[in-house]
């Protein structure tokens, strides 16, 4: 009679349960990266001042990370050892730079296409890759930097296609290159060096992705209200309040953007890079799908050669990374 099998140790038990967690999360903000264009664009009208929105967005994800802190036991034992110096060195920066990039984000949220925001959007992975090469000393392997050409490529098709495709009109297509493109553009900059900064401060201070999160969330809202003494938005709050432009439907991207936020610390904490490479992959795809279902509008020829140039450009980047060769003694 053959032995019955061993029991699976605790380890390995803990090691199906985490990469399960792992794989929920994945899909999670896969959905949420894919869906966020075309649900902004949806229920977020034009009326709408920008500050006002991240603000709420901002507020959502701290009043999230406290409720799943508090309720895994980790909130007490942070607020011990919480200071305002190790805050500010870890988030301060980061946080005012991130506030910055996702007013941007908002505004292009507005004025491009869905499909093609999400791919410009994605220049976001050469910049982390320039910023971390030049904060923490990440080399890049050939393939890598071809990859990352590749990216380039497709965002100059997706810029070049999306301003000469919105008809004669030299005020539309001003709109769109100074409302849509360059915005979205600049954020990509301001996020990869936010996320080498990001990267940096975990690697050091040990920061968990909750506690990031919270800091990033209060520093960058502290900033945001700061500039609203002088900003157009600041402007018109005091001239027509705080929510003005808003309805009901409005908290939905904003809800959904600050699960987002929550996501993506999870994901890049748990799993790293190369998961996340893989979401924003199926983000692409998941948003094209979206676009072409509830939109009816197939993607432009420009889309359909960039679209393949992004989701390969991506995969190399996260399958061929650098070697380190070792000294031979």
């Known amino acids: 009679m053959a032995p019955p099998p061993p029991p699976k140790s605790r380890g390995a038990t803990q090691g199906i349960n985490n990469a399960a967690r792992i794989q929920f999360f994945s899909i999670l903000l896969a959905l949420q990266y894919g869906a966020q264009p075309l649900i902004s664009k949806r229920f977020v009208r034009q009326e709408v001042i920008v500050t006002s929105s991240v603000l709420v967005c901002e507020l959502a994800k701290v009043l999230c990370a406290v409720f799943i802190m508090a309720k895994d036991g980790t909130l007490r034992k942070v607020y011990k050892e919480w200071t305002l110096v190790g805050a500010l060195t870890a988030s301060g920066l980061p946080a005012a730079i991130y506030a910055l990039q996702n007013s941007l984000l908002q505004i292009s949220y507005k004025n491009l296409d869905s499909l093609t925001f999400s791919m410009l959007n994605q220049t976001k992975i050469f910049f982390t890759a320039f910023f971390t090469y030049f904060i923490l000393r990440q080399k890049q392997s050939i393939e890598q930097i071809g990859a990352l050409f590749l990216l380039i490529v497709a965002a100059v098709l997706l810029s070049v296609g999306e301003g000469s495709s919105k008809g004669s009109s030299s005020v539309n297509a001003d709109q769109i290159l100074f409302y849509g493109i360059i915005p979205v553009l600049v954020a990509s900059v301001l996020s990869g060096l936010a996320s ?71 994901v890049t904490s748990h799993a790293g890079g190369v998961r996340k490479g893989f979401v924003i992959v199926s983000a692409l795809l998941i948003t094209a799908l979206l676009q072409f279902i509830f939109d009816g509008k197939p993607p432009s020829l420009y889309c359909l050669v960039a679209l393949p140039l992004v989701v390969t450009s991506i995969s190399i980047y996260q399958k061929y990374p650098n070697q380190v060769k070792k000294k031979e003694s």
């Open 196 to 266: 080498s900064l990001c990267q940096w401060a975990s690697q050091v201070k040990k920061h968990s992705s909750y506690l990031m999160t919270i800091e990033m969330s209060i520093v960058g809202s502290l900033c945001l209200l700061a500039s609203t003494f002088k900003s157009p938005d600041g402007e018109a709050m005091r001239q027509h309040g705080f929510f003005y432009g808003w309805t009901p439907l409005t908290l939905i991207p904003v809800m959904f953007n600050a699960f987002g936020g929550i996501l993506v610390g999870l």
